[in-house]
Antibody, heavy 120, light 110 residues
Framework: VQVLQSGAEVRRPGTTVKMSCKVS????????MHWMRQAPGKGLEWMGI????????TYAGQFRGRITITADSSTNSIFMGLDSLTSDDTAVYYC??????????????WGQGALVTVSS | QSVLTQPPSVSAAPGQKVTISCSGS????????VSWYQQFPGAAPKLLIH???ERPSGIPARFSGSKSGTSATLAITGLQTGDEATYYC???????????FGGGTKVTVL
């Protein structure tokens, strides 16, 4: 199983970032994907989860309204967009893949992480 | 403030045992499974324990997990210098309908 995450991004405050994770080694219907982030020097923060087969999502309350997680079965990829960025969104963002029967853990396989820097 | 509570740091000499506690509530740990992750600086977390006490393939038996009530524990026996890392517990919170993590515990090998 491999999880290939898109690269680092720099954004201005108030803009949107969209990042991706491409999964190989799992069929689309056989995995869920979590998204987490880690601010500099801080711990892990859970952001949301997607069931790609059913296209069902659950988001953490603090992000509801400005996060969107979508799936593209043609490329076995998951996309996470975050709107209305502020400097507090500066962090390394991770995707975590789990078997679809094991949604309560956060990553058997992880993307390499992508630094998002929000600065004017 | 993290929903799950971990000590910021623990330490022990090589070959010794350390335990890391993870305290939660009935909406997370008591009624949902706990997983543990190991993270080295600059790297992605790695799954160490899932479903409270199950080790994925390739994880040494030196790492073990347990759960009782609203708390969980990760134990590392035969501590090695390569175990110096930060360890996170995680669980699902049924009230928040969200994943939750502890703040992380840095393990130092003396």
């Amino acid at each position: 199983v491999q999880v290939l995450q898109s690269g680092a991004e720099v954004r201005r405050p108030g803009t949107t970032v969209k990042m991706s994770c491409k999964v190989s080694g799992y069929r689309f219907k056989d995995f869920y994907m979590h998204w987490m982030r880690q601010a500099p020097g801080k711990g892990l923060e859970w952001m949301g989860i997607i069931d790609p087969e059913r296209d069902e999502t659950t988001y953490a309350g603090q992000f509801r309204g400005r996060i969107t997680i979508t799936a593209d079965s043609s490329t076995n990829s998951i996309f996470m967009g975050l709107d209305s960025l502020t400097s507090d969104d500066t962090a390394v963002y991770y995707c975590g893949v789990v078997p679809s029967a094991s949604s309560e853990r956060f990553g058997d396989h992880w993307g390499q992480g992508a630094l998002v820097t929000v600065s004017s | 403030q993290s929903v799950l509570t971990q000590p910021p740091s623990v330490s022990a000499a090589p070959g010794q045992k350390v335990t890391i506690s993870c305290s939660g509530s009935d909406s997370n740990i008591e009624n949902n499974v706990v997983s543990w992750y190991q993270q080295f600086p600059g790297a992605a977390p790695k799954l160490l324990i899932h479903d409270n006490n199950e080790r994925p393939s390739g994880i040494p038996a030196r790492f073990s997990g347990s759960k009782s009530g609203t708390s969980a524990t990760l134990a590392i026996t035969g501590l090695q210098t390569g175990d110096e890392a930060t360890y996170y517990c995680g669980s699902w919170d049924s009230s928040l309908n969200a994943g939750v993590f502890g703040g992380g515990t840095k393990v130092t090998v003396l």
